[in-house]
Nanobody
């Protein structure tokens, strides 16, 4: 059974940092493009960042100067380092694994508030 286990979300003050982690189970991690998405209530899920099997990255324009996605294939883990967080970054963040099949995590909430 495939599971994408996210961690690292929480409450942070504006200007603060968080690092999200996602450790998929049940897939050949190195064969998948990994991504982080976010979704607010009543809105569409949107891409934040993704990283391909060979390490190429792409980012949403609104976060690209503040966010870094990385992967450690030895640990089967993908990370999302978020800095200079803003209240508008408040969302539920979802891990995605895209390859032979597409898988989603259950999401980890991020709240940016004073």
């Amino acid at each position: 059974q495939v599971q994408l286990v996210e961690s690292g979300g929480g409450l942070v003050q504006p200007g603060g940092s968080l690092r999200l982690s996602c450790a998929p189970r049940g897939i050949m991690f190195s064969a998948y493009t990994m991504g982080w998405y976010r979704q607010a209530p009543g809105k569409q899920r949107e891409l934040v960042a993704l990283i391909t099997r060979d390490g190429s990255t792409s980012y949403q324009d609104s976060v690209k100067d503040r966010v870094t996605i990385s992967r450690d294939d030895a640990k089967n883990t993908v990370y999302l380092q978020m800095n200079s967080l803003k209240p508008e970054d408040t969302d539920v963040y979802y891990c995605n694994a895209n390859g032979r099949q597409n898988y989603w995590g259950k999401g980890t909430p991020v709240t940016v508030s004073a």
